[in-house]
Every structure is written in C-alpha cells, then in structure tokens.
C-alpha cells in the first residue's frame, strides 16, 4: 500500500475538506497542510501541531502554491463553487475557479509528477435518458456508472451546466494527462454529501446554499420551506462521514487500485424526492428537536425562475452506481436516511440553541 506522508489540502476549509481533515489529523498517519480563504469551519483543529493552515487564494498569481505542491506527496483539490445559486448568479467566475484556477493545480501535478484527487461532481452525468425523452424519472431509473453512463448537459441558455461543464472539462484534461504524462490521478464524484459543518444557515449570513441549510433555516427561524418546482426532483443523499471513509481509502489507494479512476461516491438507497426530504426533516424535528415556542415551517412551492432566476435547469434524478468503490474499495455507506438527516440536524439545532445562550 502506497501511503502518502505529506498531504496538501486545498479548499480544506469547506464542508467535505474540514471534515476530511478531521479526520486525517485523528488517524494520526498523515502531515496535513490545508489551505483555504476561510477556517471557521477547521476551527475545532487550528491549534493541532500536525496541522498547518494557510489562508490563501488559489487564484492569486505567485509561485509559492507551486512551490506547496513540489512540497508535498499528494494534492487534494476541492475547491469550487459548489452551490447552484452561483451557477445562475455568477457563471464566469464558477468556470474561472473551477476550471481555470484549478487546471492550475493540474498542471503542477503534471510538472512535479504528484499524485492528485480531483473533487469532481455527480452533475456531470448531467440529466437522465428519462428526462431527455420527456418522461418523469421513475419509468426509466438509470443508475450513473463512471466508465459507461453518457454525460448528458441541457441547452447552453440554461447556464446551470457551466458547473457541470467545467467539472467534466476538467476531467478530460486529467484523464489526457494520465494517457499522454503519465499523470497519477484519482477522481471522485459525490452524490449530495451532507452532515455537521454543512454550508451556513441562510438567517445567519447572506446567500443561497443547498438545500438542507434552508430546511434546516426553517425549522429553526420559521422561514417558508420552499419546494422549487414542486420538489419533485430527486436526490440520493450520503453521510459525510461514510462519504470521508471512502476518500480515505482512495487516498491509501490500496494496491494502487485508484490510479486513473473515477470513483462515484454515494447512496443509492438514501433516495428521496427533494418534497419527500422536507417532509422527512420536518417529522424528525418534531419527533427529536422541537421544543415549545420553536416556529412551524409552512411549506410552499416556488418557480425554479422564481428562486435562482433564468438559466436555471435541474438534473431530475442521480443513482450512483457504487459497485466499483464496493469492488475496489471495500467501501459502503453505513448510514441511512434519517441517520443521515439526524446527525445534520442535530448539529444545526446545537448550534443554534448554545447562540441563543
Ligand atoms: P464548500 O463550498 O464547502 O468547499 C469549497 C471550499 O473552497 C470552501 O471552503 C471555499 O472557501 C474554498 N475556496 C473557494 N474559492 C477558493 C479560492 N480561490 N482559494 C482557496 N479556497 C477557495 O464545498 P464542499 O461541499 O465541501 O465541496 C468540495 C468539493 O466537492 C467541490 O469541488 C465540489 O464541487 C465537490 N462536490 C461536493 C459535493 C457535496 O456533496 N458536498 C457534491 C459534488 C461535488
Ligand atoms: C448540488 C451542487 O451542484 C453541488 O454541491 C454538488 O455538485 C452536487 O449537487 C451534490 O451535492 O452532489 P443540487 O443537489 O441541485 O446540486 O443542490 P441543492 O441546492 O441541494 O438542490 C437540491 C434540490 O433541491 C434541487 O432540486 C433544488 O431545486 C431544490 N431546492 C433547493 C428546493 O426545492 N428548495 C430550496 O430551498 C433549495
């Protein structure tokens, strides 16, 4: 087994990277340098002396993240804008960062011959063959499968797929650099990832995060739960910690199985309808959380137009195949839905009840 000593971290600061670097620094066998614009979230291991943090942007032009990278055994790259009210808001500076800052990265790992795993997204498999032939989801389910699903993007206008785009892009200069430089990469793909240190409650800071925060916003501030287009797009939704497991096991890359692959990483049976997941969160608020005077959410259906603006077009329904992590990884997700939904929860309502004093 191939284990990397020194590990760099970049956007280790966001929701997976402060996770995964929890994680990384209680196992105890990597030295860790995470790098990211901000550290709230890492705050709980700031003072840890196997920890370096730095607070950098990737996209300032100076020799010294290349430096960091000839440094260091294996590069971790999640930073993006991952949130698909930027998609539609902010669509250049999503390719920009997601592409551009991040073939950087890329072309580093090539120069110095440094193994890299690239945080790609499910969204690049894009819309289903149900929702290309008009049909809803459940006539046609199709699970996505890495090395022979078609990825399948919607019209240019809708610049919702810039994201998607610029990920698959992405994916097709690391796979060419494997083939004609011998580049060492592993990419992943996450099906919807949630747990504890999540986005940001939208009552707490300005913004348009994914969607447990303005669930979870409404159980706890009595905002409208709003069903865009009727929630009836469906999400599989996996557990943060069974979602690092599996990026620890591909960072071992045992028998250097990972070399040059693509690794979906999800829960297939953690499916629900986005409506399904409102009603979900709402019941284990009331059975587990609520407590006198805690607001009642009223559930309300809004336009997609409506919510994030034009150019908006929503993938319909995303199956993970995960046979190849189970297969090559050993790796399964041990929790289920309303564990999943439990333990998010749980850490918002903490939260937000020690604030409140
Ligand atoms: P996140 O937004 O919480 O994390 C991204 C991090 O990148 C943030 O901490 C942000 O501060 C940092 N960042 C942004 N611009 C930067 C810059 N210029 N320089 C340095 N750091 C910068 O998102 P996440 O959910 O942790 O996702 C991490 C990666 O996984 C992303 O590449 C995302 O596209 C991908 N992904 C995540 C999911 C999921 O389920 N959470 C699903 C699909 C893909
Ligand atoms: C997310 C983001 O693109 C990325 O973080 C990532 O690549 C990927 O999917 C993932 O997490 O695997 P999406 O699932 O569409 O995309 O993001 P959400 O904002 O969580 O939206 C999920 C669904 O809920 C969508 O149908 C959306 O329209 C709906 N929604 C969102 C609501 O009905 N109400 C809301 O308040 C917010």
Same mark, same amino acid.
């Given at each position: ?79 993006? /804008? ?8 902010? %669509? ?60 399948? /993007? ?20 690391? =796979?060419? =650099? ?17 747990? %504890? ?83 979900? /969160? ?9 407590? %006198? ?26 199956? %993970? ?21 439990? =333990?998010? /929860? ?12």
């Amino acid at each position: 087994m191939s284990t990397p000593t020194k590990i760099l971290i970049l956007g280790a600061g966001g929701f997976i990277g402060a996770n995964l670097t929890s994680r990384l620094l209680r196992e105890g066998r990597h030295e860790v340098t995470a790098l990211d614009i901000e550290n709230d979230k890492l705050a709980g291991d700031l003072g840890d002396s196997r920890l370096t943090f730095l607070q950098r942007d990737i996209s300032v032009r100076d020799e010294s993240l290349e430096a960091l990278v000839q440094d260091h055994d294996l590069v971790i790259d999640l930073v993006a /804008m991952a949130n698909p009210s930027l998609y539609i808001s902010r %669509p250049l500076d999503v390719f920009h960062l997601n592409f551009t800052e991040n073939l950087r990265i890329v072309d580093y790992c090539v120069r110095h011959r440094k193994r890299i795993i690239q945080f790609s997204t499910c969204e690049v498999y894009g819309r289903t063959i149900a929702g290309v032939l008009g049909k809803p989801p459940e006539e046609l389910p199709f699970p996505f499968e890495e090395d022979s699903s078609p990825l399948i /993007m919607g019209p240019v206008k809708n610049h919702r797929w810039i994201y998607a785009c610029a990920k698959q892009l992405l994916e097709r200069v690391l =796979h060419a =650099h494997g083939l004609e430089n011998g580049l060492n990469y592993t990419i992943i793909r996450p099906f919807n990832f949630i747990g %504890p240190r999540i986005d940001y409650l939208p009552s707490e800071k300005a913004g348009n995060p994914r969607v447990f925060s303005h669930f979870m916003n409404a159980l706890l501030y009595g905002t409208p739960m709003k069903l865009v287009d009727g929630g009836r797009n469906y999400r599989a939704y996996t557990h943060i910690d069974d979602a690092v497991e599996g990026i620890v096991r591909i960072i071992d890359n045992p028998g250097n199985t990972c070399d040059r692959e693509i690794f979906n990483l999800g829960t297939p049976e953690n499916e629900t309808t986005i409506r399904g997941l409102a009603e979900r /969160m709402i019941s284990l608020f009331d059975e587990h959380f609520r407590i %006198p005077g805690d607001p009642v959410p009223e559930i309300i259906e809004v336009s997609s137009e409506e919510f994030y603006g034009s150019g908006y077009e929503d993938c319909d329904r995303r199956i %993970p195949d995960v046979s190849k992590a189970r297969k090559l990884l050993g790796w399964t997700s041990t929790h289920d839905l309303d564990s999943v939904l439990y =333990h998010t /929860m749980e850490y918002f309502v903490e939260r937000h009840r020690s604030q409140a004093g």
